[in-house]
């Protein structure tokens, strides 16, 4: 298995791409003409760790204090592999915001956060990214992360998905008084 890993770091958000081909499921581009599933993201998971493909820590009940980064683990699914040479390519952008829980009112955006190309002998199947975003001045609530993700290799509205994965900021906790 081989496996590239990309940091890109930009105004407080940090977003980590892992993308690892599999062998065994590494195929050609479908040639049939069978309709491929639209691009989507499966199981978006906040997270205290973040190791490597489908190896993550979940963090209990999404809490978190603003001090602390928001690490989310999310795998993109029906994304368009195309020939790039004698090698394959996956091309991906995303934004990410949050907002409060069940508002439509966007709090903290970072547009391009990713503007990223997996290029590889075999077609990368196996791709997840993991998102770091600052909280720093959201007040203790309840909270979501939007991840809206392109496919710049597929075209039209197919090419665009968002998800969302809910989390809470809550006070941070003094340390207990020494006796």
Known sequence: ???????????????????????????????????????????????????????????????????????VYLRPKGYKIVPKGDRFAARFTQDGQVRARGKKKVLLRKAKLLDYEAVAARPPREVYFSNTFSLKGLPPGDYEYDMILRDENAGGAAATTTASVPFRIVPARLPAPEP
């Open 1 to 71: 298995m081989t496996s590239m890993l990309v940091r890109r770091i930009a105004q407080g958000f940090c977003l980590g791409l892992m993308v690892a081909t599999a062998s065994a499921q590494a195929q050609e581009p479908s040639k049939d003409g069978a309709a491929e599933p639209p691009l989507s993201i499966e199981k978006p998971v906040v997270c205290r760790s973040i190791k490597g493909f489908e190896d993550y820590e979940e963090l209990p009940g999404a809490e978190q204090t603003s001090d602390e980064k928001l690490l």
